[in-house]
């Protein structure tokens, strides 16, 4: 009988035991499924956040060069815009973090308004009406070194400098056709140096007023280079000083010079 | 034979109650929590970084960094930062889970850290 009660109560704790580890196993199944995804969402959530740090510091060392190009010269006025473009298109960042790699360019994007949901490079994100807007391509890929994340995404940016660039070429371009009108229009007086000195005073003047209002900063300078035949050079010079870019303040100077023959 | 018995009834259990530990979705649990938490910390630093901008982020004075981070902290979750020559004066407890970034600018990298207060 004792025997009996003996076996019984082994059958019995085996069950209850047996019961307990199943109701184990069903609950760590779902605990470890539920890590598993826990985990490769962590490990999505880290590359997503290494390529979004990646683009905004790739972006932004494009900004940081962009303003270097610009303001380590002088640019044309007749082919500003073309110029900075070619400058612009040189430029290119490459950035590892981690298993991360990102590669950027740039280029010189139209003039509009559009807004970009890259948070982070305030004020220099989105393009704006009338500034130097740029157009960044951003590549970024990795993986994880097991392989149960892979990243990639290419991505569009609309970055912008406060560089008014069509309108200070404007107004150089403006300058220039002023003084040629002016002194130009003197004929055979262009040499007479009061002559000229009065009239290209005058158009130096007016010019410089119509920028200041504008913000800009133009000068212009003349030379009589032969008075026989009678020949005045000048050299225009148009700055937009004060550009805050990433780098601080910087000044960015466009320039045309020639020649005018009576 | 009621010693085999009780032999064979004690090995039972006592495998039984050794699976369960070895097997514990307690821990599991925790761990996917900790992960969970280190998530949550690590947008938070991205919330941080739009805020302040990476161009400011990048110009910024070390005493600059720390004090615009004081304002992001609050009692229960605090944030600092650690730079190529500075550390903002407070940093995570040991033993407290916290999570970071790094900053990899041209002139140096810049850590931000976030850490909840009081939570080992």
């Known amino acids: 009988m004792a025997t009996r009660k003996a076996v019984a ?16 196993f069903v609950v760590y199944s779902g605990a470890a499924e539920n890590f598993r995804l826990v985990s490769l969402a962590t490990e999505e959530q880290a590359f ?35 110029s900075v ?20 360019t740039v280029t010189l994007a139209p003039d509009g308004n559009s807004t970009d949901d ?18 960044a391509t951003t590549l970024a890929q990795g993986a994880a070194p097991d392989g149960s994340v892979s990243y990639y995404a290419s991505e569009q940016h609309f970055l912008n400098i406060p560089l008014r660039l069509g309108s200070l070429t404007g107004q150089c ?27 290209a005073s005058a158009v130096a003047a007016s010019v410089s007023r119509s920028a200041a209002a504008d ?11 032969s008075a026989q035949p009678c020949r005045v050079g000048y050299w225009i010079s148009a700055q937009q000083q004060n550009i805050q870019g990433p780098e601080g303040a910087f000044t960015f100077t466009e320039e045309e010079s020639g020649y005018l023959e009576a | 034979m009621r010693v085999v018995d009780l032999s064979v009834a004690a090995l039972i259990g006592f495998a039984s109650v050794g699976a ?24 938070y630093l991205m919330h941080v970084v739009s805020g302040l901008g990476l161009p400011w982020l990048q110009q910024a004075s070390p005493n600059a960094i720390c004090s615009s981070l004081l304002s992001y902290s609050n009692s229960s979750l605090q944030v600092s930062a650690e730079g190529r020559d500075f550390v903002c004066s407070t940093g995570p407890p040991a033993g407290v889970q916290s999570a970071s970034i790094v900053l990899q600018f041209p002139r140096g990298n810049l850590s931000l850290l976030a850490w909840r207060q009081g939570k080992q």
């Open chain 1, 85 to 104: 473009a070619q400058v612009l298109s040189s430029e290119s960042v490459n950035i590892g973090a981690g298993s991360l790699r990102s590669h950027s």
């Open chain 2, 20 to 43: 369960i530990a070895v097997w514990n979705p307690v821990q599991l649990s925790v761990q996917a929590q900790a992960y969970s938490e280190q998530a949550s910390l690590t947008d």
């Open chain 1, 215 to 225: 913000g800009f900063v133009v000068s212009v300078s003349y030379f009589v280079t």
């Open chain 1, 48 to 82: 997503r956040v290494q390529a979004a740090l990646a683009t905004g510091i790739s972006l932004l060392d494009l900004i940081d060069g962009a303003q270097n190009l610009l303001s380590s010269g002088s640019f044309a006025c007749s082919n500003a815009t073309d």
């Open chain 1, 118 to 135: 890259l948070a982070g490079l305030q004020p220099f994100n989105g393009s704006v009406d009338g500034m130097t807007n740029l157009e």
């Open chain 1, 173 to 199: 371009l403006g300058a220039e056709a002023e003084f040629a009108a002016a002194v130009g229009g003197l004929g055979g007086d262009m040499c007479n140096s009061t002559v000229l000195l009065g009239a």
């Open chain 1, 9 to 24: 109560a082994s059958i019995a704790s085996s069950i209850i035991f047996s019961s307990l580890l199943v109701s184990n």
